[in-house]
């Protein structure tokens, strides 16, 4: 089945840690995007690229950074920087500019 | 940051009655404007979708009506059964790229 595969469902994180989420789409996507959701605030833009080793800052970029070296796969990792990670993350992708984007099932990471 | 102001936060509607959630934006450079729904614990899921150059688009029970002069949009979902209940998220595209900009979301509750 072709689709957006995020991991690991659930994530614990302590305090001054480094942790990575997984993103990866077999669907032959040219861009991929990371949200983060929070309760009544909708879905807010993180980081997103367009192409392979290129990306740009969301609206909330600060404390994450992204990678993009492989078309199919674009990791997020959530910094010691941001200080109040816990949220549900979503990873999305589309073919094209003009195209709706999918989503993957989202991880949600906590603070231990 | 460009906003797009969705309302209610949270509905409840009887079995068999109509859904309204409606969604207002300022950014005259939107072309495409998407609903999307989400269950909790996975990632919205495209609805239905309109672009500006029509007033209204039907797919089965779900209905987009725009009025762009006024730059609102509405989801209209008839017949609500309970499989509905979910939260739904009006967003908007501008002309020029890919990013989408989220409402707030609205959670929605059919009772049997």
């Known amino acids: 089945d072709g689709g957006i595969t995020q991991s690991p469902k659930y994530l614990f994180r302590k305090e001054g840690q480094n942790v990575t989420l997984s993103c990866e789409q077999n669907?032959?996507?040219?861009?991929m995007y990371w949200y983060r959701q929070d309760p009544g605030q909708g879905l807010r833009l993180i980081y997103y690229?367009?192409?392979?080793?290129?990306?740009q800052k969301g609206d909330i970029a600060e404390g994450y950074s992204v990678s993009r070296e492989k078309k199919e796969s674009f990791p997020l990792t959530v910094t010691s920087a941001q200080k109040n990670p816990t949220a549900f993350y979503l990873c999305?992708?589309?073919?094209?500019?003009?195209?709706?984007?999918?989503f993957g099932d989202g991880t949600r990471l906590s603070i231990l | 940051q460009q906003q797009v102001k969705q309302s209610p936060q949270s509905l409840i509607v009887q079995k068999g009655g109509i859904s309204i959630i409606n969604c207002a934006y300022e950014?005259?450079?939107?072309?495409?404007f998407p609903w999307y729904q989400q269950f909790p614990g996975k990632g919205p899921a495209l609805l239905i979708a309109?672009?500006?150059?029509?007033s209204e688009k039907k797919e089965g029970r779900f209905t987009i009506s725009f009025n762009k002069s006024a730059k609102q949009f509405s989801l209209h979902i008839m017949d609500s059964q309970p499989g509905d209940s979910a939260t739904y998220f009006c967003a908007a595209r501008e002309t020029s790229g890919s990013r989408l900009t989220f409402g707030e979301g609205t959670q929605l509750t059919v009772n049997p």
């Open positions: 999305a992708s589309t073919a094209v500019s003009n195209q709706p984007q999918h």
């Open positions: 309109i672009r500006p150059d029509v």
């Open positions: 669907l032959n996507h040219d861009a």
């Open positions: 950014n005259t450079a939107f072309d495409y």
């Open positions: 690229s367009q192409i392979v080793n290129d990306f």
